[in-house]
């Protein structure tokens, strides 16, 4: 081996020149599919596509014990793209849909990959607010619209509001403000939280305890959304002897609460308030133990609207069971990017024309007449409703009367818009 | 038995150079096939490959098999973020505090666990990787199990800006490839012989005189830095940062791109994360069952391919091997592009390639059944 | 408040026993076979989903539950025949590898079988109701049954471990396993049975925490890290020591998340308080582990010899 020397030929040597690039011309073939790498893993360029066409990501939950949700609003938005004749404005419409596992670096993911290999138009879903938390940035920074199916969180309702933003659903805390205000009206002095420790359960916290008078003789928040196992905080509760009990727990978390509550005994001492913690699809595996309790929410199946019997009647044909909010919020979301195209005549490019379209919110809504508030979020009621019993055995909720009337969520004032 | 860690004479070095030229090409190829999300996905495995790099120096070169790596990912992400957080955006701060953090906490790590051996040293690595991920979630201020959103990226005033995507692409590149470079030059200075001596027996290296302990935390400090920046490449990438980064499954997807890419060796951690995600990136895209497939593929790895992929390009294997993927990729690229006319010539060129393979694999069997060493 | 802390008590027990059928399987592999197994967390998952499976098949938990163990116990052993058998002779970092290539493998494998979403274990009116243990305290008969059964298994491997030749044959095998099969014992065999035992006891707790936490992919990922932790604090390839960190580790876990809270409110609003000391209560066992790998690195009950 020849020893390095000072002189500049000399190194240039003991760099093996001849040798390196006899080795690069060995390896080229074998390299060569690498160079091919970024070809194989790029996407049919915008050269090789038809015509004009609507597209919309739709970001929900389709795997973990809560796909039963993701499958319900897949399900509505397909009937809503069926209503609509699969157009909107005239202009063909397509819906992708991605998996956001729950987890909100996932849902971020899934969303840029949405915006930047799928190039759609506009954005919506979201059961979580966590999930959205992390993943409205890329959204609203490519100046797509982002429609919210279900997730409300204060932030984006208040200092964080976006002219991209818009919500279908309700601010997170509305609907507990309304089981506040159902504690009252029940005549509940002292009263036990519990709620999942992220971004909604603290919003639902925050909004029952704006409402409701009495006192708060504890809260617990649970960790999510591992915990599944409440023994601890029911426990807790039957040491406080509250006059009632507010819970929040979505999904299947509602199913496993519920039946903890029961098998502790509490359930016939200590009546249970709550919201989004039953629904069409817990209520199946609920079944009696969801009778007798309290809950609220923004929309009922039994909604005495056109819009909404059309939706309910043809998704039970379809589906056999009633819709859950997450999907009538879903079948509402489609129908305002609708009206927003439909208004705008499909010029997609004219973002402040599209705004102020989904504005006005000129759509028949499941939930009747629809409001934006100065926030992109609704002026809507809170209905009180109960669990029955029907007649062939199964289980559903009808909406017994109006706890809040036309009601607004109390982040609007922080944003500038 | 040390392999040779030199820059000459190996298809595998050859292979890399063109791999990290093909890399240097990915914002043109975005470019030219409007394709941004490719640029998105290649930023993120050049900056994971970079933390394989940094795990590859202790476990590969060092025997210290550390299972709570990324919890320096998390470190150096979470400075980022939290200096956001409180609209501390200027590069020059956050990056040195972020650094600094991942060494404190490497050093602190390593004092912790590297008194301990084999599979106890895998259990502390674990549980402290674990403290830090419950740390991150009781983190309540920084958002924790939600995460925290990142407003703006670090700020090095005129110098570059981080939002214009392809100058980041290329930021990381080039940190990916100085890595690589001082990779080579540490484990062939008198420091890495002691490193990968004490790997095979550290009764022997202390016989001989040398502080193993000291020399092994100075290699895991090291190593714990470069993974913070690989971190705060990440934060800076994704505009957000969460505990889940630090999950003991993410430490775990790191240890196996550097087994995969073929432990020891300079270019394994890059073949390695490249071809780990890569491949997630295409399978997925054929189907959502795709770890059905992988999860298989990783333990026929481990039971009989040790060296990963650069010890199979080394055998020869490599070419056949890289042949048919090379050949597959070509008809990915060529299927989703034309019609399925030009699978015939692309089917005639991964062929072809595959024969070239084919070629060297003989060769080097004829070679060695000379009696040569290969 | 003495019952609420002998309820927390009871339900840090409850989880710790369901913790010990874990950690009793995987340390009786460990200390055997000397393999690192991190596919035990998806033979829980599995056990767990067999018995979602025959329980609405049979419409009857208790059937369904019988059903279960053998069929986990067969999939533990098929997974032994025909993946971890390679693995004995492989230093620990390659069956660390392996055995999380095969839990992403399960992963899928279940999805595909059993669906994307959870399957629910429903529990007879028997179980579903209270137990009134002392004057004043309602328990629910379900967790009540599983410190029963959690209490029995302790005490049928306690038995099986010191008063057995096949025990005995595991004790020795755990301080020097080259020696026993150099005594003549059949190593294959032993090491065959050991897993089944430890798969039969994964899938028997699985399938009993199906009905109190959901059945779903990826169950036995974050249990099986604590798992580990256990058979550390505990001493590797002691069934004793598993019992006592498990219920350990389980008590601590729940009283801190029960307590916590409340202290930590006192000066931090709910919220905070919660993610402070869900977080705490989850450092805790890991800080219980550092010590003792500090302060007694072969655990706290060592196979002697070891």
Same mark, same amino acid.
């Given at each position: 081996?020849?020893?390095?020397?000072?002189?500049?030929?000399?190194?240039?040597?003991?760099?093996?020149?001849?040798?390196?690039?006899?080795?690069?011309?060995?390896?080229?073939?074998?390299?060569?599919?690498?160079?091919?790498?970024?070809?194989?893993?790029?996407?049919?360029?915008?050269?090789?596509?038809?015509?004009?066409?609507?597209?919309?990501?739709?970001?929900?939950?389709?795997?973990?014990?809560?796909?039963?949700?993701?499958?319900?609003?897949?399900?509505?938005?397909?009937?809503?793209?069926?209503?609509?004749?699969?157009?909107?404005?005239?202009?063909?419409?397509?819906?992708?849909?991605?998996?956001?596992?729950?987890?909100?670096?996932?849902?971020?993911?899934?969303?840029?990959?949405?915006?930047?290999?799928?190039?759609?138009?506009?954005?919506?879903?979201?059961?979580?607010?966590?999930?959205?938390?992390?993943?409205?940035?890329?959204?609203?920074?490519?100046?797509?619209?982002?429609?919210?199916?279900?997730?409300?969180?204060?932030?984006?309702?208040?200092?964080?509001?976006?002219?991209?933003?818009?919500?279908?659903?309700?601010?997170?805390?509305?609907?507990?403000?309304?089981?506040?205000?159902?504690?009252?009206?029940?005549?509940?002095?002292?009263?036990?939280?519990?709620?999942?420790?992220?971004?909604?359960?603290?919003?639902?916290?925050?909004?029952?305890?704006?409402?409701?008078?009495?006192?708060?003789?504890?809260?617990?928040?649970?960790?999510?959304?591992?915990?599944?196992?409440?023994?601890?905080?029911?426990?807790?509760?039957?040491?406080?002897?509250?006059?009632?009990?507010?819970?929040?727990?979505?999904?299947?978390?509602?199913?496993?609460?519920?039946?903890?509550?029961?098998?502790?005994?509490?359930?016939?001492?200590?009546?249970?308030?709550?919201?989004?913690?039953?629904?069409?699809?817990?209520?199946?595996?609920?079944?009696?133990?969801?009778?007798?309790?309290?809950?609220?929410?923004?929309?009922?199946?039994?909604?005495?609207?056109?819009?909404?019997?059309?939706?309910?009647?043809?998704?039970?044909?379809?589906?056999?069971?009633?819709?859950?909010?997450?999907?009538?919020?879903?079948?509402?979301?489609?129908?305002?990017?609708?009206?927003?195209?439909?208004?705008?005549?499909?010029?997609?490019?004219?973002?402040?024309?599209?705004?102020?379209?989904?504005?006005?919110?000129?759509?028949?809504?499941?939930?009747?007449?629809?409001?934006?508030?100065?926030?992109?979020?609704?002026?809507?009621?809170?209905?009180?409703?109960?669990?029955?019993?029907?007649?062939?055995?199964?289980?559903?909720?009808?909406?017994?009367?109006?706890?809040?009337?036309?009601?607004?969520?109390?982040?609007?004032?922080?944003?500038?818009? | 038995?040390?392999?040779?860690?030199?820059?000459?004479?190996?298809?595998?070095?050859?292979?890399?150079?063109?791999?990290?030229?093909?890399?240097?090409?990915?914002?043109?190829?975005?470019?030219?096939?409007?394709?941004?999300?490719?640029?998105?996905?290649?930023?993120?495995?050049?900056?994971?490959?970079?933390?394989?790099?940094?795990?590859?120096?202790?476990?590969?070169?060092g025997g210290m098999v550390s299972f709570g790596h990324a919890a320096f990912i998390g470190v150096g992400g979470y400075a980022i973020g939290i200096l956001a957080k409180h609209e501390i955006y200027a590069a020059w701060i956050q990056w040195?505090?972020?650094?600094?953090?991942?060494?404190?906490?490497?050093?602190?790590?390593?004092?912790?666990?590297?008194?301990?051996?084999?599979?106890?040293?895998?259990?502390?690595?674990?549980?402290?990787?674990?403290?830090?991920?419950?740390?991150?979630?009781?983190?309540?201020?920084?958002?924790?199990?939600?995460?925290?959103?990142?407003?703006?990226?670090?700020?090095?005033?005129?110098?570059?800006?981080?939002?214009?995507?392809?100058?980041?692409?290329?930021?990381?590149?080039?940190?990916?490839?100085?890595?690589?470079?001082?990779?080579?030059?540490?484990?062939?200075?008198?420091?890495?012989?002691?490193?990968?001596?004490?790997?095979?027996?550290?009764?022997?290296?202390?016989?001989?005189?040398?502080?193993?302990?000291?020399?092994?935390?100075?290699?895991?400090?090291?190593a714990g830095t470069v993974c913070g920046l690989a971190g705060v490449l990440l934060a800076n990438h994704t505009d957000f940062v969460s505990p889940a980064m630090i999950h003991w499954t993410r430490s775990g997807d790191l240890i196996v791109?550097?087994?995969?890419?073929?432990?020891?060796?300079?270019?394994?951690?890059?073949?390695?994360?490249?071809?780990?995600?890569?491949?997630?990136?295409?399978?997925?895209?054929?189907?959502?069952?795709?770890?059905?497939?992988?999860?298989?593929?990783?333990?026929?790895?481990?039971?009989?391919?040790?060296?990963?992929?650069?010890?199979?390009?080394?055998?020869?294997?490599?070419?056949?091997?890289?042949?048919?993927?090379?050949?597959?990729?070509?008809?990915?690229?060529?299927?989703?592009?034309?019609?399925?006319?030009?699978?015939?010539?692309?089917?005639?060129?991964?062929?072809?390639?595959?024969?070239?393979?084919?070629?060297?694999?003989?060769?080097?069997?004829?070679?060695?059944?000379?009696?040569?060493?290969? | +408040?003495? &019952? @609420?802390?002998?309820?927390?008590?009871?339900?840090?027990? =409850?989880?710790?026993? !369901?913790?010990? *059928?874990?950690? #009793?399987?995987?340390?009786?592999?460990?200390?055997?076979?000397?393999?690192?197994?991190?596919?035990?967390?998806?033979?829980?998952?599995?056990?767990?989903?067999?018995?979602?499976?025959?329980?609405?098949?049979?419409?009857?938990?208790?059937?369904?539950?019988?059903?279960?163990?053998?069929?986990?116990?067969?999939?533990?052993?098929?997974?032994?025949?025909?993946?971890?058998?390679?693995?004995?002779?492989?230093?620990?970092?390659?069956?660390?590898?392996?055995?999380?290539?095969?839990?992403?493998?399960?992963?899928?494998?279940?999805?595909?079988?059993?669906?994307?979403?959870?399957?629910?274990?429903?529990?007879?009116?028997?179980?579903?109701?209270?137990?009134?243990?002392?004057?004043?305290?309602?328990?629910?008969?379900?967790?009540?049954?599983?410190?029963? +059964?959690? &209490? @029995?298994?302790?005490?049928?491997?306690?038995?099986?471990? =010191?008063?057995?030749? !096949?025990?005995? *044959?595991?004790? #020795?095998?755990?301080?020097?396993?080259?020696?026993?099969?150099?005594?003549?014992?059949?190593?294959?065999?032993?090491?065959?049975?050991?897993?089944?035992?430890?798969?039969?006891?994964?899938?028997?707790?699985?399938?009993?925490?199906?009905?109190?936490?959901?059945?779903?992919?990826?169950?036995?990922?974050?249990?099986?890290?604590?798992?580990?932790?256990?058979?550390?604090?505990?001493?590797?390839?002691?069934?004793?020591?598993?019992?006592?960190?498990?219920?350990?580790?389980?008590?601590?876990?729940?009283?801190?998340?029960?307590?916590?809270?409340?202290?930590?409110?006192?000066?931090?609003?709910?919220?905070?308080?919660?993610?402070?000391?869900?977080?705490?209560?989850?450092?805790?066992?890991?800080?219980?582990?550092?010590?003792?790998?500090?302060?007694?690195?072969?655990? @706290?009950?060592?196979?002697?010899?070891?």
């Amino acid at each position: 081996m020849p020893v390095p020397s000072k002189s500049l030929p000399r190194r240039l040597s003991a760099l093996h020149i001849p040798t390196l690039f006899s080795t690069a011309m060995r390896a080229a073939p074998l390299a060569l599919p690498l160079l091919a790498l970024p070809l194989a893993l790029a996407a049919t360029p915008a050269a090789a596509q038809p015509a004009k066409k609507i597209k919309i990501g739709f970001v929900t939950t389709l795997s973990g014990p809560n796909a039963a949700y993701g499958q319900d609003m897949k399900n509505s938005v397909e009937l809503a793209l069926e209503h609509l004749g699969r157009k909107m404005g005239g202009i063909p419409v397509e819906v992708v849909f991605e998996d956001d596992e729950q987890k909100p670096e996932v849902g971020k993911q899934k969303t840029e990959k949405l915006l930047q290999r799928d190039k759609v138009d506009f954005i919506a879903g979201y059961i979580w607010s966590n999930v959205l938390l992390a993943s409205y940035k890329p959204a609203v920074d490519a100046k797509t619209f982002l429609i919210s199916a279900n997730a409300g969180p204060s932030q984006l309702a208040g200092e964080q509001c976006s002219p991209y933003f818009f919500a279908a659903s309700w601010q997170n805390d509305q609907p507990h403000m309304g089981v506040g205000e159902l504690l009252n009206q029940k005549g509940a002095k002292r009263a036990y939280l519990v709620a999942p420790n992220y971004a909604a359960g603290q919003d639902g916290v925050n909004g029952v305890k704006t409402m409701f008078k009495g006192e708060v003789v504890g809260q617990d928040m649970t960790k999510w959304p591992d915990q599944l196992d409440f023994s601890a905080e029911i426990s807790k509760i039957r040491a406080a002897k509250p006059d009632g009990v507010y819970v929040f727990f979505p999904g299947r978390w509602g199913v496993q609460f519920l039946t903890q509550y029961a098998q502790a005994g509490l359930k016939k001492d200590i009546p249970l308030y709550s919201a989004f913690t039953v629904d069409a699809v817990t209520l199946k595996l609920q079944k009696d133990v969801a009778l007798d309790t309290y809950l609220a929410m923004t929309w009922g199946p039994d909604l005495p609207y056109a819009a909404n019997q059309k939706f309910v009647d043809a998704f039970k044909k379809k589906h056999t069971d009633t819709p859950t909010f997450y999907g009538a919020q879903s079948y509402d979301a489609i129908n305002l990017i609708a009206s927003g195209v439909a208004a705008t005549k499909g010029n997609l490019k004219d973002k402040d024309a599209m705004r102020k379209a989904l504005e006005a919110a000129k759509f028949d809504s499941v939930r009747g007449p629809f409001k934006f508030g100065n926030n992109h979020f609704p002026i809507s009621n809170i209905y009180q409703q109960e669990v029955y019993k029907t007649a062939d055995g199964g289980y559903d909720l009808r909406t017994i009367n109006t706890v809040l009337t036309a009601h607004q969520d109390l982040h609007a004032p922080k944003c500038k818009m | 038995m040390l392999k040779s860690a030199s820059l000459r004479f190996s298809v595998s070095t050859g292979v890399a150079l063109l791999l990290l030229l093909a890399l240097a090409l990915v914002p043109v190829a975005a470019e030219v096939f409007d394709d941004p999300f490719l640029l998105t996905l290649f930023t993120r495995i050049v900056i994971l490959a970079l933390a394989a790099v940094s795990l590859n120096l202790i476990l590969g070169y060092g025997g210290m098999v550390s299972f709570g790596h990324a919890a320096f990912i998390g470190v150096g992400g979470y400075a980022i973020g939290i200096l956001a957080k409180h609209e501390i955006y200027a590069a020059w701060i956050q990056w040195p505090v972020a650094l600094l953090m991942s060494a404190l906490f490497a050093l602190l790590i390593g004092l912790l666990s590297l008194r301990t051996r084999g599979i106890f040293f895998i259990m502390i690595t674990l549980a402290l990787s674990q403290l830090v991920y419950y740390l991150a979630n009781g983190a309540y201020a920084y958002g924790g199990d939600d995460g925290l959103t990142i407003l703006k990226r670090s700020d090095f005033g005129g110098l570059i800006s981080l939002s214009d995507r392809p100058s980041f692409y290329y930021l990381c590149w080039a940190l990916l490839a100085l890595s690589l470079y001082l990779t080579h030059r540490l484990v062939n200075s008198r420091f890495g012989m002691v490193l990968r001596g004490a790997k095979s027996n550290d009764r022997r290296m202390a016989a001989i005189g040398f502080p193993v302990l000291r020399y092994r935390l100075t290699a895991f400090v090291i190593a714990g830095t470069v993974c913070g920046l690989a971190g705060v490449l990440l934060a800076n990438h994704t505009d957000f940062v969460s505990p889940a980064m630090i999950h003991w499954t993410r430490s775990g997807d790191l240890i196996v791109m550097v087994v995969l890419g073929g432990m020891g060796s300079l270019f394994g951690p890059l073949f390695g994360a490249v071809g780990y995600l890569a491949l997630e990136e295409i399978l997925s895209s054929y189907t959502e069952y795709w770890k059905l497939l992988f999860g298989p593929l990783l333990v026929l790895v481990i039971l009989f391919a040790r060296g990963g992929i650069d010890g199979a390009l080394g055998r020869g294997h490599g070419g056949i091997l890289l042949g048919i993927i090379g050949g597959f990729f070509l008809l990915h690229g060529v299927h989703l592009y034309y019609d399925d006319a030009w699978a015939v010539p692309a089917a005639l060129l991964m062929g072809a390639v595959g024969l070239v393979g084919l070629m060297q694999w003989l060769r080097l069997r004829k070679a060695r059944k000379a009696g040569e060493t290969p | +408040m003495t &019952l @609420l802390i002998f309820e927390q008590f009871l339900n840090g027990l =409850q989880i710790g026993l !369901l913790l010990f *059928l874990l950690a #009793a399987g995987l340390t009786l592999v460990f200390g055997i076979m000397d393999m690192v197994n991190l596919a035990h967390g998806s033979l829980y998952m599995m056990g767990a989903y067999f018995a979602a499976v025959f329980v609405q098949w049979t419409d009857s938990f208790i059937l369904g539950a019988i059903l279960a163990l053998p069929a986990g116990m067969l999939l533990g052993v098929a997974t032994e025949y025909v993946a971890l058998r390679n693995l004995y002779a492989r230093d620990h970092l390659d069956q660390v590898l392996a055995t999380f290539g095969l839990i992403l493998f399960f992963n899928e494998f279940a999805r595909l079988i059993f669906g994307a979403g959870g399957m629910a274990i429903e529990l007879p009116e028997l179980l579903a109701g209270q137990i009134e243990i002392l004057p004043g305290l309602p328990y629910p008969t379900y967790r009540f049954a599983i410190i029963a +059964m959690g &209490l @029995l298994c302790a005490g049928f491997l306690y038995l099986l471990v =010191q008063k057995t030749r !096949l025990g005995m *044959l595991i004790r #020795a095998g755990a301080s020097n396993r080259e020696m026993v099969g150099a005594l003549g014992v059949d190593i294959k065999l032993l090491f065959t049975l050991v897993f089944g035992l430890g798969s039969a006891l994964a899938a028997l707790a699985g399938l009993m925490s199906g009905p109190i936490s959901t059945v779903q992919i990826g169950m036995g990922d974050n249990v099986l890290i604590l798992c580990f932790v256990v058979i550390v604090i505990g001493g590797l390839g002691s069934i004793r020591g598993a019992f006592v960190a498990a219920v350990l580790v389980g008590v601590l876990e729940t009283m801190g998340r029960a307590f916590l809270p409340n202290i930590l409110g006192s000066f931090l609003n709910p919220s905070e308080a919660g993610t402070l000391a869900q977080a705490l209560s989850s450092m805790l066992v890991y800080i219980l582990m550092s010590g003792v790998l500090v302060l007694r690195p072969a655990g @706290l009950f060592p196979a002697p010899g070891r």
